[in-house]
């Protein structure tokens, strides 16, 4: 069973890496706002975009309305956009929002994980790598990616990945550390697993992820069977301040973690 899924891999890894791809570094898009190249580029973030599950030939039903996140990201990072920031986004898909925040940070490194190979973007700047957060050996090879590329901490890092309550917190644990001094980690959709009940793997012990963020913010130590009391420690010592936004659908929040 293990060989078959070894194999499987390989052949998924090999078909990826011949599949031809958007050559981003060849597209001129700058004067677009981060809202605009989010809807260009069709992801959720943005205000308006194709339903990428919809297979209606009507137009009209093939349209959603995204959550609206552009504007939070302009009002934390717009003072960045032109730096060289190091940017991982977690959960990337197809790539949409990557092809997006390549083009609003024109000198950005970016490192995008995903356990799926769906990625259909390449770029000079852009480094994908299959990965599932939730697996250790996963970790432990990305982690050896970026001491190859000489990265120790990076600028950015956002979680779109599944979403489901206990994945959000260990990504949290994960990786915050791996945020620099003045950087933020970013949790799109944080509360989706109270709206979808396939995401919802609270225990009888869980907080809130709101609750959470108070807790926090109070330095107030917590009950957690996935955040341990040296986490919460750390986090205390850490965190310089967690904003909270609302976006246009019922279930779009995003939250900013800035790190002293």
């Known amino acids: 069973m293990y060989l078959k899924k070894e194999i499987l891999n390989f052949y998924k890894k090999l078909v990826f890496l011949l599949k031809k791809k958007i050559d981003l570094d060849l597209e001129k898009l700058d004067s677009l706002s981060l809202n605009e190249l989010f809807n260009h580029f069709e992801t959720d973030k943005g205000t308006a975009v194709k339903n990428p599950y919809s297979k209606n030939i009507d137009a009209a039903h093939d349209t959603l309305v995204g959550h609206g996140y552009a504007e939070f990201y302009e009002f934390h990072f717009n003072h960045i956009k032109n730096k060289e920031i190091k940017l991982l986004e977690i959960g990337t898909w197809k790539g949409a929002s990557i092809a997006s925040f390549y083009h609003y940070f024109d000198k950005a490194i970016i490192f995008c994980l995903d356990r799926n190979y769906k990625f259909q973007f390449k770029s000079r ?42 994945d959000i917190l260990i990504n949290f644990k994960n990786f915050f550390k791996k945020v620099r001094s003045g950087g933020f980690y970013v949790i799109e959709d944080f509360n989706h697993y109270k709206y979808y009940s396939n995401l919802d793997d609270t225990s009888s012990v869980s907080l809130k992820i709101e609750e959470i963020f108070q807790h926090l913010k109070l330095k107030k130590i917590f009950e957690s069977p996935i955040l341990n009391k040296d986490f919460q420690h750390y986090c205390f010592n850490n965190i310089l301040e967690i904003t909270v936004h609302k976006g246009i659908q019922n279930d779009s929040y995003i939250a900013f973690i800035k790190k002293k």
């Open 125 to 166: 700047r852009i480094n994908f790598f299959k990965c599932d957060t939730k697996n250790i050996k996963d970790i432990k090879n990305f982690e050896n990616l970026l001491a190859n590329k000489k990265v120790e901490l990076l600028d950015i890092i956002i979680d779109d990945a599944s979403h489901i309550y206990s």
